[in-house]
């Protein structure tokens, strides 16, 4: 059985590995928390491994020293829009294959929310959340300007 390392699980998909006969080994909630590397305990997860999956890992990117931890080590796919938290150079030279899925169940919300970040910046959203919440209502000024 094939060791698959899935070092950010997004739902259930892992369940599909496991029923294809992969030894699944998955990762923890607490390495997507900001402010620690988890570089130590990712090398030894993915030790032995033939593949490594998930999504992003913009605390622990992926680097050399994981990609290595497997000499079975085939490919990383990440279902997510870029592999910018991968050493792909690393990869390439290891012939580790890198992919990544830039499909519309990730990239149509992520367009959403950068519109809806752009929008709530020039309708100072947080400020009127913060009057609001200390007995205000609204306060002028906090409307954005439209130029």
């Not at 079975?72 to 990440?78: G, M, Q, S, T």
């Not at 690393?90 to 992520?110: D, K, Q, R």
């Not at 709530?120 to 609001?132: G, M, P, V, Y």
Request: aromatic share 6%; glycine share 8%; proline share 5%.
């Amino acid at each position: 059985m094939p060791k698959v390392f899935v070092f950010a699980p997004a739902g259930d998909s892992h369940k599909d590995l496991e029923a294809a006969g992969c030894d699944v080994v998955l990762g923890k909630k607490e390495w997507h928390a900001p402010g620690k590397d988890h570089t130590p305990e990712l090398v030894e997860a993915a030790t032995g491994a033939a593949a490594l999956a998930g999504t992003s890992m913009r605390n622990t990117p992926i680097s050399r020293a994981i990609l290595e931890a497997s000499p079975d080590l085939r490919i990383v796919a990440k279902c997510t829009v870029g592999v910018d938290d991968i050493d792909v150079d690393a990869a390439t030279e290891l012939g580790i294959a890198v992919s990544h899925a830039p499909v519309e169940s990730n990239w149509g919300n992520i367009a959403e929310v950068t519109v809806t970040f752009l929008l709530s910046l020039l309708k100072r959203a947080d400020e009127q959340d913060t009057t609001i919440k200390q007995g205000g209502w609204w306060t002028e000024g906090y409307q954005g300007a439209y130029v």
